[in-house]
């Protein structure tokens, strides 16, 4: 009952639709210090100097729009040293020292969302983090030189950077530090240029997903970015304070650095204050970021909040997965519905047809049955297409609700031990998903769905009732 990970070697037999791009292979700094200077006009300038360098290495991947002449790129990146060994340390015999290089930049891509339970992880993950924006804008930032020069004017109205969640919003930090270090921008030039590129999606309330990281990591391995931070914090505080005069707990609560034994970064902040549009994905959740959680920010800047509904696309959710549906609604209203979901209004009429009706259920019952025969298989569980299925498919979380239905699950089969009354319905409980490695409480949970199966399983008084 308890999970058990395996690694993923996804890329051990190589993945056919990728093509490696080494001629566009980047350098993403890491450590070193941050050295002032004058420039040929006179001007004071920075520059990142004794970094230890990462090759960041392209791999493209054509992604297909459906039926429409379009193919855009995936461009993802694999992290390799600058030296692939050490040489004079191979032939004094040091062999694991002369690779060490290797693997220390290997290990940035080899794990997406590395577990940051340990402070080493937490290093890992940043590390990770940082080199994806990094690259990611870089590479943008050269594509656009290609063909505009040194002339920023437009950038903006010609991209937008969406960071999705906390995860990427180091990229605010980066830009600046790229537009100021590498193409010569003042801050006020650059700042505008960021400010009106960046938009950030949050997903979730929870302060644990708003990542913050702690000062003195972020300063050891990334220190210019960490002055760049604190100057766009210093800014941002004057505006706080020419808003609210002397709310000093205001600034503290708005600050991008949080104060305490040890100093955070709070990065959800810095997307905020970087950021033109910030928006949540429901428009609840967007409501409830205006009412709590970003209350100081929205009074701020009231005109950067804004709605995204997630919605799902119809050509894999319905027309894809669910075929029997599928060939049922074409059959009906015809096949524009898979590239116009409003279509789908046409349908509207059909519930008061009994015989629509009637194909609907069968269509339902028949997607049922293709279920119930993959869980007999793989869980040695017998479903009955008849009874009402209760299914949840979601990474394993607290926030996910997986214990609230093992929960409702545990007060069923109460109820029915208790002698429910005959006409409840049976029910068919699936649960499906996966614990991340370091989050304790949800391996718990995951192991006590599988503990509360064995007792249901094996109970031969509910095995009419409940599966």
Same mark, same amino acid.
């Given at each position: ?89 191979? @032939? ?66 010609? @991209? ?13 930090? =980066? ?131 804004? @709605? ?58 028949? @997607? ?95 095995? =009419?009732?409940?599966?």
């Amino acid at each position: 009952g308890f999970q058990l990970e395996e690694p993923d070697s996804w890329l051990r037999d190589g993945y056919p639709w990728e093509i490696e791009r080494p001629e566009l292979v980047l350098k993403v700094h890491f450590g070193g210090r941050s050295e002032h200077y004058t420039d040929a006009d006179g001007m004071g300038r920075f520059r990142w100097v004794d970094t230890r360098d990462v090759l960041a290495i392209p791999f493209d991947v054509p992604i297909p729009g459906y039926r429409n002449e379009v193919v855009n790129t995936l461009r993802l990146w694999s992290a390799a040293a600058t030296d692939e060994f050490n040489l004079g340390e191979f @032939n004094a015999g040091s062999y694991t020292t002369a690779v060490a290089a290797k693997n220390e930049a290997e290990n940035i891509t080899m794990v997406l969302y590395p577990n940051d339970a340990t402070e080493t992880g937490q290093e890992l993950r940043l590390r990770q983090q940082y080199f994806l924006a990094s690259a990611s804008i870089k590479d943008v930032l050269r594509q656009w030189v290609e063909v505009h020069g040194n002339d920023f004017s437009e950038f903006a109205e010609k @991209n937008c950077f969406q960071l999705n969640d906390t995860h990427p919003t180091v990229s605010v930090a =980066e830009f600046m530090r790229i537009l100021m270090d590498d193409y010569g921008l003042n801050w006020d030039a650059a700042w505008a240029i960021t400010s009106n590129t960046m938009a950030y999606t949050n997903h979730t309330l929870l302060p644990e997903a708003l990542e913050r990281w702690p000062v003195y990591l972020f300063g050891r391995l990334l220190p210019r970015l960490l002055e760049i931070i604190y100057e766009i914090n210093a800014r941002f505080l004057s505006e706080v304070a020419k808003h609210w005069p002397g709310d000093v707990e205001r600034q503290a609560r708005m600050s991008i650095i949080e104060e305490g034994p040890v100093q955070q970064v709070r990065m959800a902040y810095l997307a905020l204050v970087g950021s033109f549009s910030v928006n949540g994905v429901a428009q609840l959740h967007s409501d409830l970021l205006v009412e709590g959680l970003f209350a100081d920010f929205h009074a701020l800047w009231p005109e950067k909040f804004n @709605n995204k509904t997630n919605g799902v696309t119809q050509r894999r959710w319905m027309a894809w997965c669910n075929k029997p549906m599928s060939k049922l609604i074409t059959d009906t209203i015809g096949g524009d519905w898979v590239t116009d979901l409003s279509e789908l209004r046409k349908l509207a009429p059909y519930a008061d047809d009994a015989g629509f009706r009637k194909q609907w259920v069968a269509c339902k019952l028949q @997607n049922k049955e293709r279920l119930a025969a993959i869980v007999e298989a793989e869980c040695g569980v017998t479903f009955k297409p008849d009874a009402m299925f209760d299914i949840q498919v979601n990474r394993i979380h607290e926030y996910k609700r997986q214990l609230l239905h093992v929960l409702h699950v545990i007060h069923l089969y109460v109820r029915i031990k208790r002698g429910a009354p005959p006409n409840v319905a049976s029910r068919c409980a699936l649960i499906v998903g996966k614990a991340e490695p370091g989050s304790y409480i949800a391996r718990q949970i995951t192991t006590l769905v599988n503990k509360v199966d064995e007792v249901v399983k094996n109970d031969p008084a509910v095995a =009419e009732k409940q599966k």
